[in-house]
């Protein structure tokens, strides 16, 4: 007011021209117009009126409305709420708040204004905006539960898994024996069905099972976890590595586990998974539907059944088969070893590597992304499961490796290791499938020379321990250099005495 007051002066009492008054206030000219063309509709001039102070100026040039407008004030939850939903944004809202109320509706910038004010009164961890139906966070509790051994009185802590949705931070718990590959894939299948749907987006801590590479830029997937993902339509977009916000609805979660399940469970004693998972599956419940403390008419199953499930994809018809991923080697023997058996692959692979999917029926191998081979999967110690088609019909990849070559080299060391070997390549169906064994066997005599193994191999066979195990104890033993047993002589018939009954007396 002081330079309103000091604009007057100058221009009704100096008489200078608004362009001149402008330089001297340092104001702009459309500025020292509008104060001077107020004063001129108020009737006010230069000196004051006596009585006149800068409250009185102001007053004067400015007058205030009769009645202040009233605006009828937004429902700010329910637009952080509907915000939530896919396709509804601020614009929209406002729209729709003004229609409803035609005459004291906020303008559009002061409608987000006080929006924002709002969304900053509340905790730091619902500052995220979750889209209904978009995302699932997961993680594992710091904190384990006893389950006792009946028998012995030991224990092992049990691993509590944790799942939040983001939008209704609708929340599934349940305990688990480790944090490894099965029980974490098991978690999100039990998850899903407990949710009876599945979310877009999955983000999970950078745990070694599901995040086999932890990167902030390009992190790489357990494969048998992206088979997951990709059986259920959904994308995992791991949390960035010490970046605690990514997971912020989880980090609440696991919070609100240990304070409602499992300190009211911190006083009972378990003695099997199933009943520790029993009793967290009575307290789930009353935990997603326990009011918020800051909107008491809403829970967790409210939202959830109002925001996340509408949104969310239903789940597959097929239930999700649990499989591992393996990087597996062709042998010269045109087989992969995954224990305790051996399965064919095409003889053209041989020595390149394979990725291998073994599920509890089925052993795959991919090539390149392209599955070359599936075999029924076995548990025989030792089983060769082979192909007819695998196995070359010239050897043109491996034509040197021949049962002619192996008893050739085997006779070059000595009788008894080509006796040996024959034995292996006569007791197989296919005798491909005992190169391996041949080649273990020869390979031995790098390491004890070819005289012991020619020694070891003649002990084996006068023992019958042919095996290659059987023959290497007997190398690193020394048994091979010990001296062979001396034969006993026969025993002298027995003499004929009345007293003697003889074989005859027990027909």
Known sequence: MRKISEILRLHFGAHLSHRQVAAAVNLSVGGVNKYIKAATGAGIGWPLPPGVDETGLENALFPKPATPRSYAQPDYGLIH?????KGVTLALLWEEYRETCVGQAYKYTQFCFHYQQYRARLKRSMRQIHRAGEKLFVDYSGDGVKIVDRETGEFR?????????????????EATESQKLPDWIGSHVRAFQFFGC??????????????THASYYDPELNPTYANLAEHYGGVVIPARPKKPRDKAPVEAGVLLVQRWITA???????????????????????LNNRPFQKNREETRRSLFEKLDRPAMKALPVDAFEYAEWKKLKVHI???VEVPPCYYSAPHSLVGLQMDVRVSAATVEIFHKGKRVASHARHFKHGHFETVREHMPKAHQKHMEWTPGRFLNWAAAIGTSTC???RHYLEERPHPETAYRTCLGLLHLAKKYGNDRLEAACGRGLAMGQ????????????????????????PSPPLPTHDNVRGPGYYH
């Open 333 to 335: 023997d045109y087989h």
């Open 198 to 211: 599945v979310p877009e987006i999955w983000v999970p801590d950078n745990l070694r099972s599901g995040v």
């Open 157 to 173: 802590l049990a691993q509590i898994f944790v799942a939040v949705l983001g939008a209704s931070h609708y929340t599934y718990a």
């Open 419 to 421: 006796k040996v070997i």
């Open 466 to 489: 042919v095996r290659r195990r059987n023959i290497e104890s007997i190398l690193q033993s020394g048994l091979d250099r010990a001296p062979a047993p001396a034969t006993k002589e």
């Open 81 to 85: 709420q509907e915000l939530k939903r």
């Open 264 to 286: 009211k469970l911190r006083n009972r004693t378990f003695f099997s998974l199933h009943e520790l998972n029993a009793a967290i599956g009575e307290l789930l419940t009353p």
